[in-house]
């Protein structure tokens, strides 16, 4: 053989349950790590499937159905076939997760990290993949070398000089990433090349791992036992419980034997070391993954029992009380004022904010008459895109809609749209925007009129900002 793996996992010390799942599959030299998130019910359940997703893809998926995946991403004409292959793979894994979430409320906000290596020895390269705070190391030489670049909210701070390494350790954000997938409707994937060389001993881990071990730890690990690499892997997961295991630990290893001189002209010079982000899929693109997922039967997963709605008189006691309460807040509505105001405290973090700048605009009449006219799928969906990416030629603002956003069903805020963009700050979180005009309902990723989307808040220096755009019900 021309590389030797070894995995293993475990809970942790504190933790009954594991959200970590790992992924190998050594025909295509592929093995990844997913940390789940989002409670006990879908943590466990998002990195499961996120496996089950990457695995089927990589055996599944046709040459046909991968160009597909890529008819709108731009630059990716130099990476290599099972390049693309892992970066679909990831895509479809987090459009799986992402329309579980939407089919099943208590798995919304489901999401999982992912760190993948492919080695591929017959041209001596490693090819790197990641989306979260899981980590790829590297050790050469007896010498440790991170090879990701973690996307939390306390990295950007660290290379933002707001926050040192040392605070870090004891930053209450510790679990605050940026990047996942399943949270959202698109993903961005960092992709990097490294050249392999005989004698290289790579780690993959979860943040469970790196949260409990230093580096020189890691290297120390890793270097004693690189012949060993079940023996590596037992040391990695038993020293991280020794010091605490507050998290749950994965590691997966592997170790290359053979390789050949690497091949650089087999791929592009730009995705050597330095990592390439690939960008958020196109609107044409997310239609063509939703097929893929349905003739793989990837939609057709068993959800976890926890997650299922059930119906008892418990439910209808509470619907009751849910009634009361709408006919109580609609009195006192149209008791006073229509426009009231709703206050929101301002969330300061190392001199940053936290919250959103919505728009509200609707195509113009012109663009309304195109969008009616089109018969074609993935033409009516590239229309909707321009709107959104061109929205001072193709949209036009929209006053008079009522803009509600709750976070776990308790309204944060409530006003209505104006020719300017409605500005309001909010603590970092997950919310629902429900948008209500006569006649009216927000479009966005599908040909598919709602009145409330999702959205996801995090810290940043200025207001984020949000386009909605709104159709007639007609069209």
Request: charge should be negative.
């Amino acid at each position: 053989m021309s590389f030797y793996f070894y995995a293993k996992t475990h809970p942790g010390k504190v933790r009954t349950e594991n959200q970590d799942a790992f992924g190998t599959d050594e025909k295509n030299g592929l093995f990844f790590v997913c940390d789940g998130m989002g409670g006990h019910a879908s943590g466990e359940f998002a990195s499961r499937t996120a496996v089950q997703i990457i695995l089927k893809s990589f055996e599944l998926l046709t040459p046909k159905e991968l160009s597909s995946i890529f008819v709108r991403t731009p630059n990716i004409e130099n990476i290599p076939p099972q390049s693309l292959k892992a970066i679909a793979a990831l895509r479809l894994a987090n459009r799986g997760l992402y329309a579980l979430g939407e089919k099943y409320s208590k798995l919304k906000g489901m999401g999982t990290t992912v760190a993948v290596i492919i080695t591929d020895t017959s041209f001596g390269l490693a090819h790197i993949f990641h989306v979260g705070d899981s980590r790829i190391y590297r050790l050469r030489s007896n010498k440790l070398d991170l090879l990701t670049d973690d996307h939390s909210k306390i990295n950007e701070l660290i290379k933002e000089g707001k926050l040192s390494q040392e605070e870090a350790l004891t930053s209450e954000i510790q679990s605050m990433i940026t990047r996942s997938l399943g949270t959202i409707s698109h993903v961005k994937i960092d992709y990097k090349v490294e050249a392999l060389k005989k004698g290289d001993v790579f780690l993959i881990c979860s943040d469970g791992v790196n949260g409990e071990l230093d580096d020189g730890t890691i290297c120390e690990i890793m270097s004693t036992n690189a012949l060993n690499l079940e023996v590596l892997c037992r040391k990695i997961i038993d020293t991280t419980n020794l010091r605490g295991g507050r998290d749950n630990s994965t590691a997966v290893a592997i170790r290359i034997n053979e390789t050949s001189v690497p091949e650089s002209s087999q791929i592009s010079q730009e995705f050597f070391e330095k990592p390439l982000t690939i960008p958020e899929e196109a609107l044409s693109e997310i239609v063509n993954e939703e097929n893929i997922l349905k003739n793989m039967g990837l939609f057709a997963l068993k959800v976890p029992k926890e997650a299922l709605e059930r119906f008892s008189l418990k439910n209808l006691f509470v619907i009751a009380i849910l009634f009361a309460i709408v006919c109580l807040s609609v009195f006192f509505f149209f008791g006073s004022h229509k426009e009231k105001t709703y206050e929101t405290d301002l969330t300061e973090f190392t001199g940053k904010i936290a919250g959103v700048s919505i728009e509200v605009r609707t195509p113009t009449v012109q663009q309304l008459q195109l969008y009616r006219n089109e018969t074609d799928i993935i033409q009516k969906l590239q229309i909707v895109q321009d709107w959104y990416l061109n929205k001072g030629a193709t949209t036009q603002p929209l006053s008079g809609a009522e803009v509600a956003i709750k976070q776990n069903s308790i309204e944060v805020f409530k006003g209505y749209s104006k020719t300017e963009e409605l500005q309001m700050p909010l603590k970092p979180g997950y919310y629902t925007i429900k948008v209500i005009l006569s006649g009216y309902k927000i479009i966005q990723n599908k040909i598919e009129a709602k009145e409330t989307i999702d959205l996801y808040v995090e810290y940043s220096n200025n207001y984020a900002p949000t386009l909605l755009i709104l159709i007639p019900d007609t069209y």
